[in-house]
């Protein structure tokens, strides 16, 4: 299969800077409570659903996928990147992490409690986060919940806007579009949280998290 310019150009973007950005996020958890809630209340959600393994997609340097694991969570993680998955396995050698792509999930059907994808769509260009989408709700067991995390637009009429990301060309999407296409998917919301943007943001958008359960 030929890989797509967009994909492939996203992870020599990351590649190249994988120490820093690992160095950079290691301890952003500690510092925003917020996003502790939202992880813990998506970890709730897994367990009442029976739990099952949860994959987060576009890991990283593995710094969620160890939280959630400090969560109770089954989690491992993918991304497309071969040096952030060097840096988790070394940051977190007892948890599985693999290289691979959200438009191909080397993941059975139906086999996850959860899905964790944390401004990992963020560089997928609009035309093809459907086709992620539908991975996300192919490997979701029913009733397995997913929790999406990106930056929003702020005109309802323009739903996806390109920002200057500091790696790769980046998109923000508007909440309510981005729900509708997971309805479209199969994947109902459940909850919202809208963090606004702090005064020490570099990029003052809001911070959008949806959470969906798969029916």
């Known amino acids: 299969m030929v890989e797509h310019d967009a994909l492939g150009a996203t992870r020599e973007a990351y590649d190249a800077v994988a120490p820093t950005y690992a160095e950079l996020f290691r301890d952003s958890l500690r510092d925003s409570p917020l996003d502790r809630a939202i992880l813990g209340a998506f970890a709730e959600a897994v367990s009442a659903g029976g739990n099952g ?42 948890l599985r992490f693999d290289v691979g792509s959200m438009a191909a999930l080397d ?23 459907p086709v992620i989408l539908a991975e996300f709700h192919r490997v979701l067991a029913p009733g397995g919940h997913l929790l999406i995390g990106f930056s929003a637009s702020e005109d309802p009429s323009h739903p996806t806007q390109v920002f200057d990301h500091t790696v790769a ?30 005064p020490t943001d570099r990029r003052q958008f809001q911070e959008v998290h949806l959470l969906a359960r798969k029916a």
């Open 53 to 94: 393994q949860v994959a987060d997609l576009g890991c990283g340097p593995g710094h969620v996928t160890a939280h959630l694991d400090g969560l109770g969570l089954a989690a491992f993680g993918v991304d497309a990147s071969p040096t952030m998955i060097e840096l988790a396995r070394r940051a977190c050698p007892g």
């Open 107 to 129: 993941i059975a059907d139906g086999v996850l409690g959860g899905v964790l994808s944390r401004w990992s769509i963020i560089h997928t260009p609009p035309g093809e986060l």
């Open 169 to 198: 060309p980046a998109y923000r999407w508007w909440p309510d579009h981005l729900a509708a296409l997971l309805r479209e998917t199969g994947l109902a919301e459940v909850a919202r949280m809208v963090r606004e943007p702090r």
